[in-house]
């Protein structure tokens, strides 16, 4: 029975390529975002662009 420390040599032809390190398995198109999220990214576009239209010095 291999200890935890033991290191498993895998030969080329039994290693599985499919997998790419830094990548998703499946790159699947991302959904359509939630309407709370839209709201929420339109209420901190419409703050910022009022901050930068009424703060001093601008």
Request: avoid cysteine; proline fraction near 10%; aromatic fraction near 4%.
């Amino acid at each position: 029975m291999p200890s935890e420390s033991t290191i498993e040599i895998v030969s080329p032809d039994n290693a599985d390529l499919s997998v790419v390190p830094g990548r998703s398995a499946s790159r699947q198109p991302l959904g359509r975002p939630r309407v709370s999220t839209v709201v929420l990214m339109s209420v901190w576009v419409a703050a910022l662009v009022l901050y930068l239209q009424v703060r001093p010095g601008g």
